[in-house]
């Protein structure tokens, strides 16, 4: 946040990609759409589209570490299918 001293969070949302139709995006947030939900949680301020909300709904994120990668991990129970790689979704 020192870098970006505009920044109020950070925005997730989903675009059309991948070969399963869905993926997420996560962006800093410089304001607030006047649909997008806010949740602040331990600290951390997450704005989430206004266009995504219904996609994302009950969808828990987390950022795991391990020896090979560091991530955003999510877990949607919306999905209905997903790529053989894991990069997109369906709902």
Not at 24 to 43: C, H, N
Not at 48 to 63: F, H, N, P, R, V
């Amino acid at each position: 946040m020192d870098e970006k001293p505009n920044m109020i969070g950070l925005k997730i949302g989903v675009k059309q990609r991948g070969c399963n139709g869905l993926t997420y995006t996560l962006e800093y947030a410089m304001d607030k759409g006047k649909f997008d939900e806010e949740v602040l949680q331990d600290g951390v301020r997450v704005l989430i589209d206004s266009k995504a909300q219904l996609t994302l709904l009950g969808t828990e994120m987390d950022y795991a570490e391990n020896k090979l990668s560091s991530e955003f991990v999510f877990h949607n129970p919306n999905i209905k299918g997903l790529c053989g790689c894991g990069e997109s979704f369906s709902v």
